[in-house]
């Protein structure tokens, strides 16, 4: 008998069943992963009152709040200016700023005293500095240089004054900031400890 060969070919059935062929349409099945998203929100201490009565209550409030730096900001500028020709007004400047810097320490050190804070009111003091200082530039020929100078600071402070709000701001003490990134920190491992369970 003679053998003859045969040969067999497979064709494709109409159903491919093979997991290694993979349509590009299709979406990839992937373990669900948990992603984080931080919102890093920029904003400004400084903005424009909406109305007259709001920037009015925002310079009276700020000049309360930052008087000690709106005064250390003109002193500064005085005495830069008085540097070069007006020795003797610089001598008097610093005395009349002892004085002050002397009548704030003691303020800080007898903070329950009725006297100082009843009867003598901080801003006629510091209304009194400010007159005996006109007077001494005044007197010492520097009447030029401080006017100048309250010509060209007092509006910047005042700029300062209307667009700083600091109200939205919460200033965060080391103890507070430990227990927030504590809290974050166990919160965040909650969720990746879940995210390894469902892997």
């Known amino acids: 008998m003679a053998n003859y060969a045969t040969t067999t070919t497979q064709r494709p059935s109409s159903n491919p069943q ?81 004085v002050a810097f002397l009548y704030s320490l003691l303020l800080r050190a007898l903070p329950d005293s009725f006297v100082l804070n009843k009867i003598i009111v901080r801003r006629i003091v510091m209304f009194v500095l400010f007159v005996i200082t006109a007077v001494e530039m005044i007197l010492t020929k520097a009447a030029f240089h401080f006017f100048v100078v309250l010509a060209s600071t007092v509006p910047i402070v005042a700029v300062h004054a209307v667009l700083s709000k600091w109200d939205d701001f919460v200033v965060v003490s080391e103890k507070e900031a430990a227990e927030i990134a504590l809290l974050v920190q166990e919160k965040l491992g909650d969720d990746v400890s879940l995210s390894e369970n469902l892997v």
């Open 18 to 98: 093979s997991p290694l062929i993979s349509d590009e349409n299709e979406p990839k099945i992937s373990p669900r992963r948990y992603h984080y998203t931080f919102s890093f929100n920029l904003s400004s201490p400084f903005n424009i009152p909406s109305t007259p009565e709001s920037a009015a209550v925002r310079i009276i409030k700020n000049l309360e709040k930052f008087s000690l730096y709106y005064a250390v900001f003109v002193w500064t500028v005085l005495f830069i200016v008085l540097i070069p020709k007006r020795k003797v007004s610089i001598v008097y400047l610093v005395g009349t700023t002892d």
